[in-house]
C-alpha cells in the first residue's frame, strides 16, 4: 500500500470502530410477518332456500412488525366452468372483484372479520389474498387462500323468447340482423346463469353465444333479457329458419331448450 493511504486508513477505522452502524446506512425497519395465520372458513354450505347467504370470513393470527401495519384483504370470485357435454369445448372463466378491505393493525394477535353477503347463485370458488404493508411502506408478508360456496339447487333455469318479425332477403352486400331477445329466469337467482346460447334444434350443434351485457344487441345491463343478432345476407334462402336457445346454471344444469324461428322473404 502507498505510504500517502495510511493515514486515511487509519482514521476511517477509528471512525468506523465508534460508530454503532456504518455512517450512511440506517437501520432498516422490520418488514411485517405472519407468525400465525389463517384465513376461515374453508367451505360455507347455504342449507336454507334464502335468496343471499352471509359468510363469517375471518383472517386472525399473530402478526410481528415494528409499528402499525396496512393489512388489505382482497376478494375475489374466480371459476372456471367447463361445458363440453353441452358445447363441444365451451367454458365460461369469471374472475370478479367481491370486495377489498383495508385497515390498520397493530403488531401482535389479531383478528379481521370480512362478511360477505353472496347471492345463492353464486357459488364456486372464492379467492382471498392478504397482503401487509409496514409504516416504512415496505411490503411484508402474504396470505392466500381458497373457500368454497356451496348451495343446493331449487331448480334449472327457463328460458322464454319470441318469435321474431320476417325480413326481406337482402340483394347485393346488404346485410339485414334479426333480433333475438330471450328472457332468462333461475330460482337460484339471476347470478347462478352462466351461460346463454343458440343451437341448431335437437341439439345439432352450437350457434352462438346472448349477452345480458347492455352493449351491442342488448339494450339494457342485468335485466335477465340475453339477447344477439342474426345477420342475414342474400345467401340466405327464403323461408322459415328454426333454433333454439338453452340456458346453463353454474351447476352444468340446462333448461329446456326454447324454439326461436324467423321468416326470410
Known sequence: MPVALRPVVALLALTLAGCDAAPGFDDETRRPSFAEAEITPVTFDLESADATATVPLAVTGVLEAEGAVELLVVVRYAETIAYNALVDGRTVNTDTLVTEVALEVEPGPFRVDVPLTLPRGATG?????????????RAGDQLVSVFQFSAPSLGPPSVTVADAAA???????????????????????????????????????????LFDSGGDSDTLLGDGVYSAAVRVDSSFVPGTYALEVVAVDRAGTASDPAPFTFTVR
Open 125 to 137: 370458488d372464492y379467492t382471498v389474498r392478504v397482503s401487509t404493508e409496514g409504516a416504512d411502506g
Open 167 to 209: 325480413v326481406d332477403r337482402p340483394t347485393g352486400d346488404t346485410i339485414r340482423t334479426v333480433p333475438i331477445a330471450a328472457t332468462v329466469t333461475d330460482p337460484d337467482g339471476r347470478e347462478n346463469i352462466a351461460l346463454v346460447f343458440a343451437q341448431v334444434p335437437d341439439g345439432g350443434g352450437f350457434i352462438g353465444e
